[in-house]
């Protein structure tokens, strides 16, 4: 019996409020299995907040929307559905998809995943000697001393592969990792093993780059030119092959583009070291290869794949108490005095910042000097408070900074009107051993099976792979901490004319969050532009561009083969998305303004 065909895995959500209609858009073309990401560290913590209001909820309710639109022609067509829209109560999904089958006269076989879910047993793994050390500070969470709300360990694939063998239509997950949902329907369909590291490995970088729907195909990409088709863009496709090898595509005559640029910047995102640590393997994608295979059609060759550790990563969020912010507007003349006076009397009314467990102000200048309209000239003073103390930071706050309307400074208005407190969380990641987390398939004829994590197999295949990984190689690499993130020293660019630019003339970025942490990957738009550009972008050239990382830890990793370099800078967005008081609290906007920068490079890149 030959090898099966690939097999065509479409994505239809990248978030939890993505769009709806994107199920439906799917089956518009031919595909083999949907799935759909609906969680982030910051979803899990809003499905909290539901589930706390309705304990029957905890889940994506916009999943059942979609459903409802697709599950006939689904099953008339024999498409396969893995979601984690599950969220924190994938049983409660799995029976409502049921219920909808039922009201729609359709046989669906629903299946769904339990396992990751820690928190009830957080006090037990303390006292069994598990610290859940937070992985960015080094702090144990019995110092954090606050309420720990969820805490889910991220689950791989063979789940979803032994739910789909045992003939479901839909798998429901919980919080299993992004790349599961392409990495567990591939082994299904083309009957993988545990230590087929490539093929798995190949997997995972086909599953992140589908993971956010149409980043992958057009959307935050930096090279508006390069988007012939404006429309919005047609999400992304994996063609996954016997061999892991794929094909990202989307469906013809959808908007935007796929390209080696727009895949580079997906597989960039939100990464750190190149050792792409999944809990079914570790995936190198400083091996990936990319070429363009035809239009809107990009081939991805030769990813190399290593066993995987022996943890697994925990995201917990812990209630860090409430905060409020107000906004408000100064215009003209003597912005810094406006706000300086604006913020001492705000203070003083309220009793001083020493009240609030933390202040942070900050002047946001979008003035210029005799602008030639009203908003040019304006700037913002956007002043946040946190407490453990609602009442501090609710309406008080709030009222406080609107009765600056008659007293306060020329000009005075606000971008709200006064607001309430909002409760925030603090996100800590941690590891555990692999070996303390049961992950349960349940499936349609209400059997359960265990799925055993393949570090706990202890296979003869595995072993070998772990124990002839020699230093440096791609088996090893993503086990050393730091691997690869040392600064080269390629041939210097020949001497010759040199222009002023925006670094961005040279390379695209994309941004995002990891937890407290944010990264940066930039890559470059010609192989003598990486050149240079590796040469250039050094860790210290990188602070002196991104001033508000001046002080901060910073990783940086080459990855030639994308002709690309990723920087991870730690704790810029500390303690978390929810608890942070930067105004771009995912750092979505940070690797364009490092492309905005202008810097001295050779003249002769600007025609290449």
Avoid at 134 to 152: E, F, H, I, R, S
Avoid at 235 to 242: C, K, Q, R, S
Avoid at 364 to 379: I, K, M, Q, S, V
Wanted: hydrophobic share 40%; with cysteine; aromatic share 6%.
């Amino acid at each position: 019996m030959g090898q099966r065909e690939p097999v065509r895995i479409a994505n239809c959500s990248g978030f939890y409020g993505d769009r709806v209609t994107a199920a439906r858009d799917m089956l518009d073309g031919p595909i083999d299995v949907l799935t759909g990401d609906y969680l982030a560290e910051l979803t899990m913590l809003i499905l909290w907040k539901a589930r706390r209001k309705d304990p029957s909820r905890g889940y994506a309710t916009t999943f059942l929307r979609q459903m409802e639109d697709v599950l006939g022609s689904c099953l008339e067509r024999g498409v396969k559905i893995v979601a984690n829209a599950g969220g924190l109560n994938p049983q409660g999904l799995a029976g409502k998809l049921t219920e909808l089958a039922a009201r729609l006269g359709l046989p669906a076989q629903v299946a769904y995943i339990t396992g990751d879910d820690l928190a009830p047993a957080i006090g037990d793994l303390q006292a069994a000697g598990h610290e859940l050390t937070n992985l960015d500070t080094g702090q144990p969470l019995a110092k954090a001393d606050l309420p720990v709300v969820t805490a889910n360990a991220y689950l791989g694939g063979w789940g979803i592969t032994a739910a789909l063998q045992a003939g479901a239509d839909i798998v429901i997950c919980p919080r299993v990792t992004d790349a599961s949902l392409v990495t567990g329907p591939a082994a299904w369909w083309h009957g993988w093993r545990r230590d087929d590291w490539d093929a798995l490995a190949g997997a995972v970088a086909a599953g992140h780059i589908i993971e956010c729907g149409p980043q992958a195909t057009g959307g935050n990409y930096s090279f508006l030119a390069e988007i012939t088709d404006r429309r919005y863009p047609g999400f992304p496709i994996a063609e996954v092959a016997a061999d892991g090898s794929c094909v990202i595509t989307k469906h013809e005559g959808t908007g935007g583009i796929v390209s080696p640029g727009t895949v580079t910047a997906q597989l960039l995102y939100e990464i750190g070291p190149p050792a792409y640590l999944n809990p079914d393997v570790v995936s190198h994608f400083d091996t990936i290869h990319l070429e363009q295979a035809g239009p809107d059609r990009v081939a991805l060759t030769g990813t190399r794949g290593s066993p995987p550790p022996d943890t697994l990563k925990v995201a917990l969020n812990m209630l860090g108490g409430y905060r409020n912010t107000m906004t408000m507007v100064l215009t003209g003349l003597d912005i810094e005095a406006k706000a300086e006076h604006a913020t001492t009397m705000l203070f003083g009314l309220l009793g001083g910042t020493e009240e609030f467990e933390e202040a942070d102000v900050r002047l946001l200048r979008f003035d210029r000097p005799d602008a030639p309209g009203n908003e040019l000239a304006t700037a913002h003073l956007r002043i946040t408070v946190k407490d453990q103390d609602e009442k501090k930071v609710g309406r008080a706050f709030s009222d406080a900074a609107f009765q600056l309307a008659l007293g306060g400074y020329a000009g005075f208005h606000t971008t709200t009107p006064p607001t309430p407190a909002s409760a925030f969380g603090l996100y800590w990641p941690a590891l555990v051993p692999a070996g303390i987390v049961t992950q349960q398939v349940h499936l349609p004829d209400g059997t359960s099976l265990d799925i055993p994590h393949t570090c706990a197999l202890d296979s003869p295949a595995t072993a070998t792979a772990a124990a002839t990984a020699s230093p440096g190689s791609p088996a090893s690499a993503g086990h050393a901490e730091g691997a690869g993130h040392a600064e080269g020293t390629p041939a210097v660019v020949g001497p010759g004319p040199t222009v002023q630019i925006p670094l961005g003339r040279l390379c695209g970025a994309r941004s995002g969050d990891k937890g407290g942490n944010a990264n940066v990957g930039l890559w470059a738009i010609s192989a003598p532009a990486y050149d240079w550009l590796r040469q250039f972008l050094t860790t210290e050239r990188f602070r002196e561009l991104l001033t508000e990382a001046s002080a901060l830890e910073i990783d940086r990793y080459e990855l030639p083969n994308l002709l690309a370099l990723n920087f991870v800078v730690h704790g810029i967005l500390a303690p978390g998305v929810s608890g942070t008081a930067r105004p771009d609290p995912q750092a979505k906007g940070l690797g364009e303004y490092l492309r905005s920068r202008v810097v001295t490079a050779p003249a002769r890149l600007i025609s290449m």
